[in-house]
Every structure is written in C-alpha cells, then in structure tokens.
C-alpha cells in the first residue's frame, strides 16, 4: 500500500533546542497531518495541513509548534522551543482527499526531551 | 469524555477462532478507519468505512453512523494477526482529525 515516511525514526534532544520532524507523505496526496502519542495513552490530533495552510488545529498544538511543506518537499513540525513534555511518539498522515479519504500513517518518530 | 470507546482492551483467541471488535461513540462521527499496528509501531490501513460493511480475507468490518458504532470481525483468525487493532473516526462536525480508541491487543495462541 502507499508508504508514508518519517525522519529520523528517534530524536533525542535537550530541553529549549530546536527540532525539527520530516515527513514524506504519499507522493499524490493532498492532505498531511500530524499526530501525537505519548508514552501508555491514546493518539491525537496535532493539526492537518493543505494547500500551504493549517486548516485545523487542537490545543495541543501549542505556539511553539509550527508546519510548513516548502516547495512539495518534506512536510515538518517544527517545535521551538521544546519541552520535557513534547516527549512522545509524532505520526505523520497524508490523504488524497480531505476528510473523506482514508489517511496513511508513517512509522512514527520517537522524541524524548531530556 | 472519550467519544470513541473501543472494547475489549485485551483479546486472547485461539487459532482458528473468532471474535469481534466494537467501537462505541459518543457522538455521530463521518467515516471510520480500522487499523493494526505491527511489531515495529508501524500502523497498518485495515478499513475505511463512511457507512454500511466492507469485508478483506478474513476480516470484516462494518459502521453504522445513526447507531454511533463500528465493528471488527475476525475469523479463522491465525498467529499472525497477533498485535494491536485501533479504530479512529472522523467526527461529522467538519472536523478533519481522526479520534482515536484506546486499542485492542489481541493475542492469537496455537
């Protein structure tokens, strides 16, 4: 099926820097989004992405996140400056369509912030 | 509270056997996908649903919008599919963002 990518697969950083989270979605699709699971609960939603604006959006998506797709490269999350909680596993999604269209997850990339 | 609601928590199913999934909602929601994460976190596409049953192999699922539910059926059910079955749905109020259930580990024994 449609491979989504994610890079780096672990990320380990201290408390206040900067990182940066790339995703490869599917080569046709339209929609991107991110999501976040830490450690024992459940996945949720970051925020979705098209058309080179956030089209949604939760209150866990604080001011110090941000996303961007320069140029149909990779879609990131950027955090700065990052926290002891932002520590979790980000899943990176694409869809063709919006939300009426299965969306294809990546393979997740694990922060921890010390 | 959770609006998606994913029962049972645990499984334990021996070859050959079956059983059913169930997401519960809290609210009417659009469409439903199924998945299954693999041994590597990866999570894998099972089904996408916006109404009515959809059948895969040995899977089959089906959601029902009015009656807030999705279920999972799995027969004959093999060593393999062992892992963690999430279902997300997609909230009808124009949201775009997959809610997701707490999952079901499943454990096929010989």
């Known amino acids: 099926g449609p491979k989504v990518l994610q890079i780096p697969s672990h990320q380990i950083i201290d408390m206040g820097q900067m990182v940066t989270l790339n995703c490869d979605p599917v080569s046709n699709h339209l929609y991107f989004y991110w999501y976040k699971q830490i450690l024992g609960q459940q996945m949720e939603f970051l925020v979705n992405?098209?058309?080179?604006?956030?089209?949604?959006k939760s209150k866990l998506f604080k001011d110090q996140f941000s996303v961007e797709r320069p140029d149909g490269s990779y879609f990131t999350l950027k955090i700065q400056p990052t926290a002891l909680e932002d520590s979790a596993v980000y899943f990176c999604a694409s869809s063709l369509a919006s939300i009426q269209d299965t969306q294809y997850f990546g393979p997740g990339t694990r922060l921890l912030v010390l | 509270g959770d609006q998606v609601e994913q029962s049972p928590s645990a499984l334990s199913l021996h070859e050959g056997t079956g059983s059913a999934l169930r997401c519960n909602f809290t609210?009417?929601?659009?469409?439903v996908q199924w998945f299954r994460k693999n041994s590597r976190g990866s999570l894998i596409n099972l089904f996408y649903?916006?109404?009515g049953t959809k059948e895969n192999g040995r899977l089959k699922s089906a959601f029902d919008s009015k009656e807030r539910y999705s279920t999972l059926h799995i027969r004959d059910a093999q060593l393999e599919d062992s892992g963690t079955y999430f279902c997300?749905?997609?909230?009808?109020?124009?949201?775009?963002?997959?809610?997701f259930g707490s999952g079901t580990q499943l454990t096929v024994m010989p």
């Open positions: 649903l916006a109404s």
């Open positions: 997300a749905a997609v909230a009808s109020s124009g949201s775009w963002q997959l809610i």
């Open positions: 609210t009417t929601m659009r469409a």
């Open positions: 992405f098209y058309n080179g604006k956030v089209m949604e």
